[in-house]
C-alpha cells in the first residue's frame, strides 16, 4: 500500500501549486482520500477530504475552501489539491491520506489508516 505525494516546491505568496496523490498497492475506492499539512512546531491539521465519485467534500475552513480545491481522478487513482493565492502561513509538509470515514477536522488525524511521505510547499512573502 503506498500514497505517493508530490507537487511541493518554492512559490512567492499569491502563487499557485498542485498536489497530487497517487494510490497504489490495494483497491481504494471504499476509502475517503484526505490533505493533512504540518508546519514546523505545530500540530498535523486537516486541509481537505473527498470521496472518489467526488460527491463529498470537506475543508478546513472558509479560507481554504475559497482557495484550495481537492479533486479526485478514479482511473488514475490520484487525488489532487489545487492551491491558489498561497500565503506563507500556508508553508507547511502536506501529507495525502486515506481514512474508511470522510475526515473534515484536526481530531481526525488519530482515525487515518494510510499516509503518504508527504510533499514540502514553502511560501515566501
Known amino acids: 500500500v503506498q500514497l505517493q505525494a508530490s507537487g511541493g516546491g518554492l512559490v512567492q505568496a499569491g502563487g499557485s501549486l498542485r498536489l497530487s496523490c497517487a494510490a497504489s498497492?490495494?483497491?481504494?475506492?471504499?476509502?475517503?482520500m484526505a490533505w493533512f499539512r504540518q508546519a514546523t512546531r505545530k500540530e498535523r491539521e486537516f486541509v481537505a477530504s473527498?470521496?472518489?465519485?467526488?460527491?463529498?467534500?470537506?475543508y478546513s475552513d472558509d479560507s481554504m475552501k475559497g482557495r484550495f480545491t481537492i479533486s479526485a481522478n478514479n482511473a488514475k487513482n490520484t487525488v489532487y489539491l489545487q492551491m491558489d493565492n498561497l500565503k506563507p502561513e500556508d508553508t507547511a509538509v502536506y501529507y495525502c491520506?486515506?481514512?474508511?470515514?470522510?475526515?473534515?477536522?484536526?481530531?481526525?488525524?488519530?482515525?487515518?489508516?494510510?499516509w503518504g511521505k508527504g510533499t514540502l510547499v514553502t511560501v515566501s512573502s
Open positions: 498497492g490495494r483497491t481504494f475506492s471504499n476509502y475517503y
Open positions: 491520506a486515506a481514512s474508511q470515514f470522510l475526515p473534515y477536522s484536526d481530531s481526525d488525524v488519530g482515525g487515518i489508516e494510510y
Open positions: 473527498i470521496n472518489w465519485s467526488g460527491s463529498g467534500r470537506a
